[in-house]
Nanobody
Framework: QVQVVESGGGLVQAGGSLRLSCVVSESRFTINAMGWYRQAPGKQRELVARINRGSRTTYGDSLEGRFTISRASAENTAFLQMNSLKPDDTAVYSC???????????????WGQGTLVTVSS
């Protein structure tokens, strides 16, 4: 079963940086897009950044400029570089992969378990 695995979360001081990684466990699927979402305590989940097959990127409100999403050359890995972090960025960050199974002709949306990012003031 295909999995999405995130890494790179942790504790950082305000103004610091973190780089999150997201890997799709199987290469047989076509990756249409990979995206990062976050959910802070008591708040709804929101889009952080998304990148599609053509490397077109979309960012959540006011995040572009501090956050950058990219994909590795192997393209089953996406990264989220987060700079100038603020306490309001504290949340669980989850990766979602939008996949197409050519063999079974079906679309899949696969979520990772999430990684906690804590920004201290």
């Amino acid at each position: 079963q295909v999995q999405v695995v995130e890494s790179g979360g942790g504790l950082v001081q305000a103004g610091g940086s973190l780089r999150l990684s997201c890997v799709v466990s199987e290469s047989r699927f076509t990756i249409n897009a990979m995206g990062w979402y976050r959910q802070a305590p008591g708040k709804q989940r929101e889009l952080v950044a998304r990148i599609n097959r053509g490397s077109r990127t979309t960012y959540g409100d006011s995040l572009e400029g501090r956050f950058t999403i990219s994909r590795a050359s192997a393209e089953n890995t996406a990264f989220l570089q987060m700079n100038s972090l603020k306490p309001d960025d504290t949340a669980v960050y989850s990766c979602r992969a939008d996949l197409f199974d050519d063999h079974d002709n079906r679309y899949l949306e696969v979520w990772g378990q999430g990684t906690l990012v804590t920004v201290s003031s």
